[in-house]
């Protein structure tokens, strides 16, 4: 899965995991935080690379859940390895 996510067009959370959703081709994935981290380790093939440009926008709009967002990537990445999952962030 590759995915571009421009940050200044995410008006919310639930925006945000509906691209996800979209670019997974899961449809029952539930927009949550525990779901992203199954989607990303255990229900998507890898390779998996997320790109969030604009990232500041997304952070400005959604706050403090962005932060958790990431967090969530993070562990993924953490759990697969950087092989599997990637996320790169500009501002």
Request: charged share 20%; net charge negative; aromatic share 6%.
């Amino acid at each position: 899965m590759d995915l571009t996510i421009d940050g200044a067009t995410v008006a919310d959370e639930a925006a945000f995991h509906t691209l996800i959703r979209e670019a997974s081709g899961v449809e029952w994935y539930g927009g949550s935080l525990d779901a992203l981290f199954d989607l990303l380790v255990a229900v998507v093939a890898p390779p998996i690379r997320l790109h969030i440009v604009n990232a500041a926008a997304a952070r400005a709009t959604i706050g403090a859940r962005f932060d958790r967002i990431v967090t969530v990537i993070l562990d993924a990445v953490a759990e697969r390895g950087t092989d599997a999952v990637a996320l790169r962030l500009e501002s």
